[in-house]
């Protein structure tokens, strides 16, 4: 393996920076959180980072002033600070695309000014904002009716991966800011039986269907849309005429919208320079705004711009996606952590581990770097969890005494919100729980705790607690519009600072396209039993299998 990377700069795992962390690592391990909080018992209030409304607890990680010293090195020294601001700037990061990756200027203020290839794209990116505004307003006002001239009460939204995580997540999570009038769904599975659960209790006549495909070539959308289609013009019993009132479309590609038989004046337009992943405060959030309204939703994109502004501008010591990304390094890289759990104790918060999952392990889950090397260190990790409590009672048993090393993000807020009325006192109790575990994670109970409690001594090591289990705690205030895009811009820029330093492409994904394309070949096999050329033995024979059951 070469020691340097196409730049002439060495490989990471051979950077000073890299070696350094490992010795410091190496000092380091043995070393319980217990001592750490001992020796220096102000972690719990030095170790804290405000951005915007979000307070950052990060005293219960496995780290030092000097880790955090070198991490901050090794973040300088990999050129993180230049491709980030080379990002900002419209230059094509995404290498082996050859896009700018630009999603932070769909949040930018009308005037700001960001080029690609010479050309400010703001005006642009506001000029669909104000057609999504205007079409959402007229959607929730009743103004814009359906072919027989009833009005709209049903929005299902169509769309996979990043044109269906991010809203779906963001309408769970701000239902409480929704026209309650409104019922909004989410179909994405080309499994049937999620279009027909989202339709099977709606009028045609009330429901509008929003296509939402960056491509507009993604078969399960495109089938799921084609079906739509059908049903509705089925159920109005009407000719594509009726189309227009029923259907429209947020997507890059004109031309496979019309070719579907959608009008492009009904077409939400967005950009190349925005990954499916990073698309939804983009046309793709348009099911959102009709939810939740447009100023809501400006202060969506408001909340996200905040903490792009705190990445582009704060200092490395300050900076609080940088921070988080460097943990993910540090665990990933000298403590062999495999996955991240991040778990929100919020119930509006249930998809956002979802969302997360796709904006993180679509992003980083390459093993080659952007020179197409193969990778020495790990790169991103398994992204999972649910709501904090129902986890509770599920796996956090593993968390608390299982063998793994699970970095964990614990994510609450101080008050509920308002709409709860009298069942709002029973967020003290969930908060209590929130707290609880982030101790109880980091300090565990030894065997003399243990033995204190007249325990029997067989018994104590199945009562022992090891703790030394790393958190960080992100406290709001509130879950808002604001603070939703708050949360969302943190764990993007997070993956971007990790992608930065693993020398990877983090805004491709070509790790989708293998299973996309031999799908494409199975299937006349299923239908037809047609005999696909390059089957493997075992596929082959789960064909055969499949189409005896099936009755073929
Ligand atoms: O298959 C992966 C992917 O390309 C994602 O990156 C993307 O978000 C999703 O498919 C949907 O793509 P599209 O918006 O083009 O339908």
């Known amino acids: 393996m070469s020691e340097t990377n196409a730049q002439g700069t060495p490989r990471l795992d051979r950077r000073p920076e890299w070696q350094a962390l490992a010795k410091h690592g190496g000092e380091l391990s043995g070393t319980h959180l217990r ?33 955090l010293r070198l991490l901050r090195e090794l ?11 080379a990002m900002f700037a419209g230059e094509r990061i995404n290498v082996t695309e ?21 050309q ?17 307003d007229r959607v929730r006002s009743g103004e814009w009716t359906g072919h027989t001239g009833k009005r709209i009460r049903n929005v299902v939204n ?31 599975n080309v499994d049937g039986a999620d279009l027909h659960e989202a339709v099977r209790d709606l009028d045609p006549a009330e429901t509008l269907f929003v296509i939402a495909s960056k491509t507009f070539t993604t078969i399960e959308t495109i089938t799921n849309a084609t079906s739509a289609k059908q049903w509705l013009l089925g159920g109005l019993g009407a000719g594509d005429e009726a189309v227009a009132k029923h259907f429209v479309a947020l997507s890059t590609n004109a031309e496979k919208v019309a070719e579907f038989g959608i009008d492009t004046q009904n077409m939400f337009e967005f950009w190349d320079w925005v990954g499916g992943r ?16 447009a100023e809501a939703f400006r202060s969506m994109l408001a909340g996200f711009h905040l903490v792009d502004e705190h990445f582009r501008t704060a200092p490395p010591e300050h900076n609080v996606p940088l921070l988080l990304g460097l943990l993910g390094v540090w665990y990933g890289g000298f403590h062999d952590a495999q996955s991240h759990a991040v778990l929100p104790y919020s119930h509006y918060l249930s998809r956002f581990t979802a969302y997360l999952q796709q904006l993180d392990m679509e992003s980083n889950g390459k093993s080659v770097d952007r020179d197409g090397k193969p990778v020495d260190w790990q790169t991103g990790p398994v992204v999972w969890g649910t709501p904090g409590t129902n986890g509770q009672h599920a796996y956090y048993q593993l968390l608390h005494q299982g063998t793994k090393l699970i970095p964990a993000d614990f994510i609450g807020f101080a008050r509920p919100l308002p709409e709860l009325g009298p069942l709002a006192g029973q967020h003290d109790l969930l908060m209590a729980n ?30 022992t607690f090891r703790g030394n289990h790393p958190t960080s705690t992100i406290l709001a205030t509130e879950l808002t519009p604001s603070v939703l895009g708050q949360l969302i811009a943190l764990y993007e820029h997070k993956v971007f600072v990790q992608g930065a330093i693993w020398n990877i492409d983090s805004f491709d ?28 033995p075992s596929t082959k024979a789960l064909v055969a299998k499949y189409r005896e059951l099936r009755g073929r």
């Open 35 to 67: 001592d750490l909080f001992d020796r220096d018992p102000d972690r719990g209030s030095r170790y804290t980072l405000q951005v915007g409304d979000l307070h950052l607890d990060y005293s219960k990680q496995l780290v030092t002033d000097e880790t």
């Open 75 to 85: 973040a300088a020294a990999t050129g993180v600070f230049e491709l980030r601001d």
């Open 98 to 118: 050859n896009r700018a990756v630009l999603h932070t200027a769909l949040r930018a203020p009308q005037s700001a000014t960001i080029a690609v290839d010479g």
């Open 120 to 136: 400010n794209v703001v005006p642009a990116v506001h000029a669909v904002l104000y057609k999504m505004t205007v079409f959402a």
């Open 158 to 188: 169509i769309g996979i991966g990043g044109s269906d995580l991010g809203p779906a997540m963001a309408y769970e999570a701000l239902r409480s800011y929704t026209d309650r009038g409104l019922t909004v769904r989410f179909v994405s």
């Open 278 to 293: 990073y698309s939804f405060d983009s046309a793709i959030g348009l099911s959102l705004m009709i939810a939740i309204g």
């Open 434 to 463: 929130f707290f609880a575990q982030t101790q109880a994670l980091a300090f565990g109970k030894t065997p003399d705790e243990v033995r204190a409690e007249g325990v029997p001594e067989e018994l104590v090591p199945h009562k």
């Open 509 to 536: 994904q070509w790790g989708v396209e293998l299973g996309k394309v031999l799908a494409k070949r199975v299937e006349p096999a299923l239908t037809e039993g047609a005999d696909v050329p390059g089957l493997d």
